[in-house]
């Protein structure tokens, strides 16, 4: 599933309490996203019920849900009738020691160079030092970059989008513009605390998530961090290329209010469980 158009549609979904039947227990809303790109389409189907989300998307073989009761991450894969599951002690304990491995190997590693360069000329060091590094796997040699740097800006551009009065925030990083929020205000919104209540539980779940895997669970362009800047939610997101270029928009189409099953927010029965990195 594509993470960049599910970081859009967990954003939208926050919409279906703009419709006043949504009073209900549960509800199903109808997101339309579009590639530039590629002149393609998809549509999303979201169900929210308390602090569960589930997301379904056309064209896609797997499903998202978020359980808020367990705080856990469930990836669903319909082709392999299997599905994976994640929480923040989990991340903890495997992320965890996988950065010991690596730490421990890293070590090995640049003794052993250092060992290798006893005997070469100075003048050529430097050289040789580049030639071997360039030599090891990725992952092998300690990372440099710097991590990437987001900002939020509210513009003073209002407009009307799916019927409801907008203001443009945009999402800037490492000094691009890489979306843009077209929001509405809370008090647009009816019923909107509880919505709110439930992604800003996600957001905080998404966080954790990110913390305790260095930034591995985390897309660089996740629009979860976003929710308390803007203190509203959009109705419409786009996202932009490197170049500044459109390169997908995704809009609200439909939404009403039903009971949802719970068992909505589990894994298909007769699925089997398969542990992240062979755990």
Not at 202 to 221: K, P, Y
Not at 235 to 248: A, I, K, N, P, W
Not at 258 to 273: H, V, W
């Amino acid at each position: 599933m594509n993470s960049k158009r599910i970081s859009g549609a967990l954003f939208a979904v926050c919409t279906v309490s703009l419709v006043s039947s949504l009073a209900l227990a549960g509800a199903t809303f109808v997101l339309e996203g579009k590639d530039v790109t590629t002149s393609g389409s998809t549509v999303t189907e979201i169900l929210i019920d308390g602090k569960n989300i589930k997301i379904t998307e056309s064209g896609s073989s797997e499903d998202f849900i978020y359980n808020g009761q367990r705080r856990q991450m469930i990836t669903v894969d319909h082709l392999e009738k299997r599905y994976m599951t994640m929480d923040v002690e989990t991340a903890k304990e495997m992320y965890g020691g996988m950065r010991e491995q690596s730490a421990s190997f890293g070590g090995e590693a640049n003794r052993m160079m250092q060992e290798a360069l006893k005997n070469v000329p100075a003048d050529q060091r430097a050289m040789v030092e580049e030639m071997m590094k360039n030599k090891m796997p990725q992952g092998q040699m300690p990372q440099t970059s710097a991590p990437s740097v987001s900002e939020v800006k509210k513009t003073k551009e209002r407009a009307k989008k799916a019927g409801y009065p907008t203001v443009k925030y945009e999402i800037w990083q490492d000094g691009r513009k890489a979306q843009e929020l077209w929001v509405t205000d809370w008090d647009n919104v009816k019923g909107g605390s509880d919505v709110q209540q439930s992604f800003e539980d996600m957001a905080a779940f998404s966080r954790e998530l990110m913390e305790a895997t260095g930034g591995a669970a985390h897309g660089d362009d996740s629009a979860f961090e976003y929710m308390k800047e803007i203190n509203g939610f959009p109705v419409m997101t786009r996202e932009f290329d490197d170049s500044g270029e459109l390169r997908s928009e995704d809009i609200l189409r439909s939404a009403e209010g039903r009971s949802i099953d719970p068992d909505d927010f589990e894994p298909p029965s007769g699925y089997k469980r398969q542990e992240m990195f062979g755990r």
